[in-house]
């Protein structure tokens, strides 16, 4: 039998395992290569070809007969149940090493710090790495990629330090997990300080392609293209991988021309793009609102000859869709002839959007005519979309959905109808599913906080952040917009410079400018307009639109118009096109019977013919949202 690539294709894996059910191992060379060798290279081999299934059959069948499973047999049907996140089974083969005195293996040990990691079970991963004896480099990498990928990176930078302490030389594997962290992580100065660690780690003068690929992504990633274009030079050879990494970074950093030169230079030097490169810069374009780009890809996949894969196909959906080209969206998609899930999520994502809420659930509706299932994914998108337009029987109509269909609710879901029930107005809704959840995170709490926040249940808020903080759950920046928010909807002043206090001085965050906007409008409802005036002029940042606007609607609502005029004259050198603060400054002044300053304002406007876009607001009845405006009226169906 011919084997390819060093290992057997599905086929001939097959072809092997009939022939070992047929023969019993009864053949001329059985004691040549005995049974358990042959085992071994079955499951693995079936691995490879992405049939984890059959390698966990394979091992039943194995421990049913008695067969002997040895250290090399675990760590390989550890990798399928990773594959199928089994983490039962899992647990049940650490149970079999432990058992038979395998588990003392570092192999073995990190191929079960490996699959609880996969598998989502970070602590039993710690638990494992932090019991071992003897840990090697392998050992290490494991864990900083299990909280990498886990999205723990404060974690992942703990074991580096660790790793550090204990003197312990990373490997290659090692250093380009703990680059792609920091990538991730987005902090050129801690980028840096890694740079600094691989070059000193590396044992040729030269960085090999694949880790300086790594720190080319990283710099770029941290808005640092500079850097990233200095080692993009120093390679003696570029790959198509380093290309596209480059190029992408381009393109994420805004430089899109530089971007479409360097694509050219690559032509040039006969370096093809591959479908993964069309792909990436594909996705940058969505990201970044690239349009023009993005078309052009299209037109270059097209006259290329590129296979047109659904993989393609989704991406450039995505990107039609990020970039609001709605009706090239829809063209595409209706093109396809095979459409699965992942197309069908991309187009209703487009709508969604677009605030398109009528369009997005027609389309639901004919994906299940198509017979296509739609996944966690596509609900969630959908119930986002119930979420901003507080359409409440829309989205109870879905939960009832994902129950009737036995949908896996995992906590991306859950917390997707928590944040809906909370903020379409059924606290109580959203509080019962939070109950209900066996497994709770950060996004989840803080959906609920947000909720309570809306409602004006400040104290509510309070109660559920002291009850996270004793579950061990650690609170982020967003947890703190969402306090601070429900502290100035329920007028608790006290308890918001509190909790902003504990913020910076109890847990060390750094305030963001969402913080500060938070903090104004909490002084600024209360009436302290001069306090908040000192907290925006001490801010470390430069005070944007959201905090200015916070303080000239306060000013507004306590009557102040010399404060409206610090803060209306500071938003008119942020953006001055935007006159549609003028309007709430022209309000002010009429407000202090100060007409001249009004007709003056309005002059302006006129001048320039602004016009005073018309308020709207929406109510659901019966499942259809309508949108009401003056003099008419707009119906959004579904």
Known sequence: MKIKNGFLNLEQTRQCHAHIIKTHFKFSYTNIINPLTRYNSLVTSYIKNNKPSSALNIYAFMRKNGSEVDNFTIPTILKACAQVLMTHLGKEIHGFAIKNGLDGDAYVSNALIQMYSECGSLVSARYLFDEMPNRDVVSWSTMIRGYHRGGLPEEALEVMREMRFMDI????????????????????????????????????????????????????????????????????????????????????????????????????????????????????????????????????????????????????????????????????????????????????????????????????????????????????????????????EMGKWLHTYIEKQGLEVDVILKTALVDMYAKCGDVNGAYRLFSEAIYRDICMWNAMMAGYGMHGCGEEALIFFIDMERSGVKPNDITFIGLLNACSHAGLVTEGKSVFDKMVHGLGLVPKIEHYGCMVDLLGRAGLLDEAHEMIKSMPLRPNMIVWGAFLAASKLHKNSSMGEIAATQILEIEPQNYGYNVLMSNIYAVANRWNDVAGIRRVMKEIRVKKEPGFSSVEVNGLVHKFIRGGMVNWKS
């Not at 009528?358 to 004919?366: N, P, Q, R, S, V």
């Not at 609900?379 to 986002?384: P, R, Y």
């Open 169 to 392: 030389r990373p490997s290659e594997v090692a250093m380009i997990s703990m680059v792609s962290l920091f990538a991730d992580v987005a902090d050129v100065d801690f980028g840096k300080a890694i740079h600094a660690c691989v070059v000193r780690n590396c044992k040729d003068e030269k960085l090999g392609v694949a880790i300086a690929t790594a720190l080319i992504d990283m710099y770029s990633k941290c808005g640092n293209l500079a850097y990233a274009k200095q080692l993009f030079n120093r390679l003696n050879q570029n790959s198509v991988v380093s290309w596209t990494v480059m190029i992408s970074g381009c393109i994420r950093c805004n430089e899109i021309k530089e971007g479409v030169r360097l694509f050219a230079e690559m032509i040039e030097e006969n370096v093809f793009p591959s479908e993964i490169t069309i792909l990436s810069l594909i996705i940058e374009c969505g990201f970044v609102g690239g349009l023009q780009l993005g078309k052009w890809l299209h037109a270059y996949i097209l006259r290329n000859g590129f296979e047109f894969s659904l993989a393609m196909a989704n991406a450039l959906v995505d990107m039609y869709g990020k970039c609001r080209e709605i009706r090239s969206a829809r063209t595409l998609f209706d093109g396809m002839k095979s459409k699965d899930v992942m197309i069908w999520n991309a187009v209703i994502s487009a709508y969604a959007q677009a605030h398109c809420i009528d369009k997005a659930f027609e389309l639901f509706i004919h994906m299940k005519v198509s017979k296509v299932r739609p996944n966690e994914v596509t609900m969630v998108g959908l119930l986002s979309l119930c979420t901003e337009a507080g359409a409440l």
